[in-house]
């Protein structure tokens, strides 16, 4: 199973940036997808998530209005496009897949990093 993840880089405040993440290796379409997030000296927390079908759709607080995770079952990645970037956003960005409880995989991450 691979999930990788792109679409990172240095982007100033108020920017937006587009991350990809590609599976592999697994049955994509039954996979509930979600990004998280992990900054410097934090814990690593739930930024978007998208049901298997992607009927339905979940955000952080932090983030609604401003970023929307979406899918492509077809060509079997999840997408997370990140508007109005504020400084708190500087993080890695991680890619999961779930499948039950016992089906859970992560991505290496991407670097996200918001200039003031």
């Known amino acids: 199973v691979q999930l990788v993840e792109s679409g990172g880089g240095l982007v100033q405040a108020g920017g937006s940036l587009r991350l990809s993440c590609a599976v592999s290796?697994?049955?994509?379409?039954?996979?509930?997808m979600s990004w998280h997030r992990q900054a410097p000296g934090k814990e690593r927390e739930l930024v978007a998530s998208?049901?298997?079908?992607?009927?339905?759709?979940n955000y952080a607080d932090s983030v609604k209005g401003r970023f929307t995770i979406s899918r492509d079952n077809v060509k079997r990645t999840v997408y997370l496009q990140m508007n109005s970037l504020k400084s708190e956003g500087t993080a890695v960005y991680y890619c999961?897949?779930?499948?039950?409880?016992?089906?859970?995989?992560w991505g290496q991450g991407t670097q996200v990093t918001v200039s003031a």
């Open positions: 290796g697994l049955t994509f379409g039954i996979y509930d």
């Open positions: 999961n897949a779930r499948f039950l409880s016992q089906y859970d995989y």
């Open positions: 998208i049901t298997s079908v992607g009927s339905s759709t």
